[in-house]
């Protein structure tokens, strides 16, 4: 499965930002997706996900500020901020997991590459 993320850029705190990530892949089954981030210096964390069923998780700190729309039939998935803070400011990496139509038993994550955001305050 391979992963291509857009959207990063600057955003003034307070200001929206909207994140794009497109999957394309054959012969697999595209199960949950989300989104991590990283700063420099600090660990990857992980920011929010929706499963293949729909059911959305985030970070508690983005929780009513970010949204995760995910188009199933484009293999597509948004991270919509608002409310953007300073402290969201990050590299931010989308991720699919998958497994194999022919063998359940094969399955991964992929990784989009990461777009950066800069939030201005």
């Not at 300073?86 to 931010?92: F, G």
């Amino acid at each position: 499965v391979q992963l291509q993320a857009s959207g990063g850029g600057l955003a003034q705190a307070g200001g929206s930002l909207r994140l794009s990530c497109a999957a394309s892949g054959s012969e697999v089954v595209i199960t949950d997706m989300g989104w991590y981030r990283q700063v420099p210096g600090k660990q990857r964390e992980w920011v929010a996900e929706v499963t293949r069923g729909g059911r959305t998780n985030y970070k508690d700190s983005v929780l009513g500020r970010f949204t995760i729309p995910r188009d199933y039939a484009r293999n597509t998935l948004v991270l919509q901020m608002n409310s953007l803070k300073p402290e969201d400011a990050a590299v931010y990496y989308c991720y699919a997991d998958y497994r194999s139509f022919s063998d359940t038993n094969v399955e991964g994550r992929s990784w989009g590459q990461g777009t950066q955001l800069t939030v201005s305050s």
